[in-house]
């Protein structure tokens, strides 16, 4: 797996470092606490952007789902649940700004897309954007951040029709159900590859379903979904199937053979 080398910043690590470096992502982390005056988006705590405790509850715990669009079931992967500590990293990062926390964030983005990939004979790794008006809003699009910190190469070929449907969060539940594929604009790129559509987080699936949708218009194959967390909801019209990975299904860890996304991919 070809991977971005990054000079060190100043964003918490939150595992698979060796030793060393770890002691000096503390001292890096320390420093900048200092100057900026953080507090642990996780519990509160003063002086780190992210604390010990709350580092390890950002350990993954996979899941593995299934999304039905249009009687055509696709596998979705998800780091974790969307609760406790996860929620409010990405609630910080998202409605906050603390775009330090992206790299904790990232490594369990590369987790889920990990999944995702493997044995899905996918190209292209497609990135879901904000609206127009979120963007605007936070001045950055998170999925895109997490993932250039994640070190993975996407093709961004989707992108939201400005003006256009309401926030899903606004939106009753049986208007979130309505698949909109026309809220999407699709570029060339993706006609006739095979592709794994990548997300912050997953609630009822409506997001995927119309971006899944526009992505088959424009002539791609979707080969499956990778986000960070999804809520699991296992009763109503919202509720997709997830089940907990074993290691075994997993089929490696943080340090074992990659695939490389790169392969196929446009220059």
Not at 215 to 236: D, Q, S, Y
Request: charged share 25%; hydrophobic share 45%.
């Amino acid at each position: 797996m070809s991977i971005e080398h990054r000079a060190p910043d100043t964003e918490l690590c939150a595992g698979g470092a060796s030793p060393i470096v770890a002691v000096a992502q503390r001292a890096l982390a320390d420093a900048w606490a200092l100057v900026a005056g953080v507090d642990c988006a996780g519990c509160g705590a003063s002086d780190r952007a992210l604390c010990g405790t709350c580092a390890r509850g950002l350990r993954s715990r996979p899941l593995l789902g299934e999304l039905d669009v249009h009687s055509h079931p696709l596998p979705v992967t998800a780091a974790l649940p969307y609760d406790g500590v996860a929620r409010r990293v990405l609630l910080a990062l998202k409605e906050e700004g603390r775009t330090e926390l992206a790299r904790p964030l990232a490594r369990l983005l590369r987790t889920a897309v990990d999944l995702a990939w493997r044995g899905s004979r996918a190209e292209l790794l497609v990135p879901v954007p904000s609206s127009w008006a979120a963007a605007g809003r936070r001045g950055f699009d998170p999925v895109a951040l997490i993932a250039r910190r994640a070190g993975l190469d996407v093709t961004p070929a989707l992108r939201t029709v400005r003006g256009g449907a309401a926030p899903q969060k606004s939106r009753v539940l049986a208007e979130r159900l309505v698949a909109d594929a026309s809220r999407w604009r699709v570029g060339p790129r993706v006609r006739g590859r095979r592709v794994v559509l990548v997300d912050d987080v997953v609630t009822s699936g409506a997001t995927l379903r119309a971006a899944v949708l526009a992505l088959r218009e424009a002539g791609a194959e979707v080969a499956g979904c990778a986000a960070i967390a999804a809520t699991p909801r296992r009763v109503g019209a919202s509720s997709i199937p997830w089940r907990f990975l074993s290691t075994a299904d997993q089929g490696h860890d943080d340090n074992g053979t990659r695939e490389d996304y790169r392969e196929g991919k446009e220059a």
